[in-house]
């Protein structure tokens, strides 16, 4: 039976419309709020847990010599001590499993050398900073008997390297190559990188595929999949880095030509190169694709070194960018200048 607007069941009729609408509005609501609220999935960070994978036969745990890194500790090495500070290294590391949140210890110092560190030899202090990607230094030189190191844990360590085309978000690796990451940092606080830029870029060609795996019986270049630039500002200067743990180049690393400041982001896997290259980062995977818009843009014709390599007619200027974190979370704190 059809209902008149004036039967006796129509307020209740009314009810039940006015009590589905508010469940269907109140599902609505908690999923949008679901989306908008939960932690953070546009960047993942496969640095932390493929560390492991970068690392040839352990030797990623290492420190800088002749530098005392202070911060507050969570270890005291009077009461904690180790053979060497590979030891000292890993047992901030197991403080530091990315599965509870930012890292329990971040800096490592060791006490290597007996005949300076005398009664102290072997002490191993765990620390916190307040800031990782500003370390408190206390003293660094030939005169300090100590090795320090910072661990970067899951969400942590990771820069922007900004472009017109989009920001390149970099996990560092200060275990593997804490010169490198060192000489990083210093850029980082100068707000500014005037002079550095990308002027190199190549595509995959037909050498490699989408994921960047070699093609059967392709020849590996030109091109050589890879945008190569320069990370010195002008006004500084530059010290040559030394050669660091040298993994495999793979799609997505980020590494020194040489001693620098020149370096590449490859855009392929290359273990033809075997360990010729310092790999410092890791572009995280959803960047990737900024990478490869720079490859794509114009180029020239030139020559280096008796190899043809391509030249952007145009050179990407480079910007550094803090990068704020939130258990593992991604966001820019400083504005574009």
Not at 267 to 285: C, D, I, M
């Amino acid at each position: 039976m059809v209902r008149r607007q004036n039967d006796p069941d129509s307020p209740r009729f009314t009810s039940l419309i006015v009590l589905s609408v508010g469940l269907i509005s109140c599902a609505l609501v908690y999923t949008f709020l679901s989306v908008i609220l939960k932690p953070s999935e546009s960047y993942s960070d496969p640095g932390f847990e493929s560390l492991s994978s970068i690392d040839d036969g352990g030797q990623c745990c290492q420190g800088i010599d002749n530098l005392e890194l202070w911060g507050a500790a969570v270890k005291w090495g009077s009461d904690f001590k180790f053979n060497t500070s590979n030891d000292c290294c890993q047992a901030c590391k197991a403080m530091c499993s990315g599965n509870d949140g930012p890292c329990l210890c971040d800096t490592w110092v060791f006490c290597g050398n007996k005949d300076a560190c005398g009664s102290k030899f072997g002490e191993c202090w765990l620390k916190k900073q307040k800031d990782i990607l500003t370390p408190d230094r206390q003293e660094a030189g030939q005169t300090v008997m100590w090795t320090s190191g910072l661990i970067f844990g899951k969400g942590e360590g990771i820069i922007g390297l900004e472009t017109k085309y989009g920001t390149l978000h970099i996990k560092l690796f200060p275990e593997c190559a804490p010169h490198s990451v060192s000489y990083i940092l210093e850029l980082l606080k100068l707000r500014h990188c005037a002079g550095c830029q990308f002027h190199r870029a190549e595509g995959r060609g037909q050498s490699w595929d989408l994921e960047g795996n070699h093609i059967e019986n392709a020849p590996f270049g030109p091109p050589f999949a890879l945008i190569q630039g320069i990370l010195e500002a002008q006004g500084t200067i530059f010290k040559k880095i030394p050669t660091e743990i040298c993994p495999i180049v793979r799609r997505g690393s980020v590494a020194w030509v040489g001693s620098g400041p020149e370096f590449f982001i490859s855009l392929a896997n290359h273990p033809e190169w075997k360990n010729s290259y310092t790999v410092f980062g890791y572009v995280l995977p959803e960047d990737m694709e900024i990478a490869e818009k720079i490859a794509q843009l114009t180029t020239k014709l030139d020559v280096w070194n008796n190899i043809n390599v391509s030249v952007l007619e145009k050179p990407v200027p480079l910007m550094f960018r803090r990068i704020k974190t939130s258990h593992g979370d991604l966001s820019t704190d400083v504005k574009s200048e």
